[in-house]
Nanobody
């Protein structure tokens, strides 16, 4: 079965940056569409960013558009999230998620939690004001 492990979280001041990485193992990474979600205390898990299986398409939540960048590296089996200009409201546990996509859906973007059957354990991002 596919396994996901996030890394790169931490404590940063407002305006700072963090590079999050999700390493996938157990299956052929290039067959998977990937997503990043986050969950703040007392709130539901929300969509942050996604990249298609092909890597040609990406999508972002409005709240992070222009500040975050998602990418994938099939040679390293990673899906990365570069977070810039961080704000206190970005504080949350960040989760990566994977969904195996068929060959005819290589450019499909998945943005809902229920569309992803595989999840990592999460990495904490804290932005101080």
């Amino acid at each position: 079965q596919v396994q996901l492990a996030e890394s790169g979280g931490g404590l940063v001041q407002t305006g700072g940056s963090l590079s999050l990485s999700c390493t996938v193992s157990g299956r052929t990474f290039s067959n998977y569409a990937m997503g990043w979600f986050r969950q703040a205390p007392g709130k539901e898990r929300e969509f942050v960013a996604a990249v298609s299986r092909s890597g040609r398409r990406t999508n972002y939540a409005d709240s992070v558009k222009g500040r975050f960048t998602i990418s994938r590296d099939n040679a390293r089996n990673t899906a990365d999230l570069q977070t810039n200009s961080l704000k206190p409201e970005d504080t949350a546990i960040y989760y990566c998620a994977a969904r195996e996509a068929p060959f005819y859906a290589t450019d499909v973007i998945y943005t809902r939690t229920y569309e992803y059957p595989a999840w990592g354990q999460g990495t904490q991002v804290t932005v101080s004001s």
